[in-house]
Structure formats: C-alpha cells, structure tokens
C-alpha cells in the first residue's frame, strides 16, 4: 500500500481503474484493488457477519447518549477511537444474535 507525503491531488477517494483512493484525517493512501471476492455463505459467516452488525449498532447506541459518551471517552486511550475501543469491549459480550444481559454500557 502507498501512502502519499505532500497532497499533490489534494483529497481524493474512491476508485481509478484498479487503483483504490482512501483517506484517514489528513493521510491519504493508495492501494491497489483487492481481487473479486466471493462472500461466503456457510452458518458461521453468516453469525459471525450478524453478531458484528450487531455490535456496531450497539456501540452507536451507547455513544449516541451523551452523558454514556462523555463517560467512555474518560476511559478510552488517547490514541484510540472511542467507537473502535467500545466495538472491541462490547463485541466478545454479543453472542449469536443477542445481546449478553451482563453487558455494562458504562466504564
């Protein structure tokens, strides 16, 4: 993957031919397109595709409470982003397509 120094393009993303344009903040990177992919359909991809959007709607829940969000945002590392930070607390609790009834939503 390459990553751009100075912004001669200034912020690009998207695609060009098979080349994949993506920005981070102020970073831009260039990568190359991944080759066709063929979702896999079996039981556990399946759960373990679900259980993941669930855990994403979950975290976005909590963090659209701000009084949950000020709370988290104590307790989650500087160089880390809260959603990334509560999606890895809060997915091992998540089991198959509920959620655990032990969860904590707070710190």
């Given at each position: 993957?390459a990553?751009?120094?100075?912004?001669?393009?200034?912020k690009i993303?998207?695609?060009?031919?098979?080349?994949?344009?993506?920005?981070?903040?102020?970073?831009n990177?260039?990568?190359?397109?991944?080759?066709?992919?063929?979702?896999?359909?079996?039981?556990?991809?399946?759960?373990r595709r679900?259980?993941?959007?669930?855990?994403?709607?979950f975290?976005s829940?909590v963090?659209?409470?701000?009084e949950?969000?000020?709370?988290?945002?104590?307790?989650?590392?500087?160089?880390?982003?809260?959603?990334?930070?509560?999606?890895?607390?809060?997915y091992?609790?998540?089991?198959?397509?509920?959620?655990?009834?032990?969860?904590?939503?707070?710190?």
């Amino acid at each position: 993957m390459a990553k751009l120094k100075k912004q001669i393009l200034g912020k690009i993303s998207g695609k060009l031919g098979d080349i994949v344009f993506r920005n981070t903040g102020k970073t831009n990177y260039i990568a190359s397109r991944p080759s066709k992919f063929k979702t896999p359909m079996d039981e556990n991809s399946i759960e373990r595709r679900n259980k993941f959007a669930l855990c994403g709607k979950f975290t976005s829940l909590v963090l659209s409470i701000p009084e949950l969000k000020y709370f988290w945002l104590q307790k989650t590392p500087k160089n880390k982003n809260i959603f990334n930070s509560l999606f890895s607390i809060f997915y091992p609790m998540i089991n198959n397509q509920n959620i655990d009834e032990t969860i904590t939503i707070t710190p």
